[in-house]
């Protein structure tokens, strides 16, 4: 079953500066890859997608990630953090079973 | 706007209550997805169902019973509530992933904040 793993719950960073997010995913049958982000008081909202097109995936907002099988991985980044990047986000795929499953999400705070 | 529609957004009542909530989802999806969403146990899935049949059971309690119907649209039914079932409580669609190009993303509603007193 696929299994995906968010590490840390919690990042803070200061505006302008880097952000990155990981997410690594286990299943060995090439997934489609999500990253959700969710505001404060609101639904999950999707940012970006991967699906065995380009690896380097552009999403809203500045937001990139880049899929990497071999690490089996799915990070999260934007080079400069705006204050209204501030929320949750989630990072999510499908196995073979089309059965999306979510990591435990992680809140991206910015500092001033 | 995701396309999906939740009701109502807000909702109290007491503990040992029974409460109903609604979904509709997006045009054209016939997958329905219930999420419970607490501080402490986070974005847990509780059940999926496809075109009226139950698809996917997750951490729903047997107090809690599901049904989507012809329509498409699904309720939640949350019965015997304890203080514990305060959350918010949403519904996503989508189209069937590898079906149609759809990729088994999910379109979430805004939810709907149960709060059990």
């Known amino acids: 079953a696929q299994s995906v793993t968010q590490l840390g719950s919690h990042v803070s960073v200061s505006e302008g500066a880097l952000v990155l997010l990981r997410c690594n995913y286990s299943s060995s049958v090439p997934p489609y890859l999500f990253w959700y982000v969710q ?70 705070s910015v500092r001033p | 706007d995701s396309g999906v529609t939740q009701t109502p957004k807000h909702l109290i009542t007491a503990t040992g209550q029974r409460v109903t909530l609604r979904c509709s989802p997006r045009s054209g999806d016939l997958s329905v997805y219930w999420y419970q969403q607490s501080l402490d146990q986070g974005l847990q899935f509780l059940i999926q169902y496809y075109n009226g049949e139950e698809r996917a059971k997750g951490n729903i309690l047997e107090r809690f019973s599901a049904q989507q119907f012809p329509d498409l649209h699904s309720e939640l039914n949350l019965s015997s509530l304890e203080l514990g079932d305060s959350a918010l409580y949403f519904c996503a669609s989508s189209g069937l992933a590898g079906v149609g190009g759809n990729t088994g993303e999910l379109f979430f509603g805004e939810g709907s904040r149960l709060t059990v007193l």
């Open chain 1, 39 to 108: 505001y404060p008081n609101q639904g999950l909202q999707l940012l970006l997608k991967y699906t065995s097109a380009a690896t380097l995936v552009k999403g809203i907002n500045g937001f990139e990630a880049e899929f990497k099988k071999s690490e089996t991985s799915f990070h999260l980044t934007k080079p400069s953090a705006h204050m209204s990047d501030a929320a949750e986000y989630f990072c999510a795929a499908t196995g073979a079973n089309s059965k999306l499953t979510f990591g435990k999400g992680i809140t991206l």
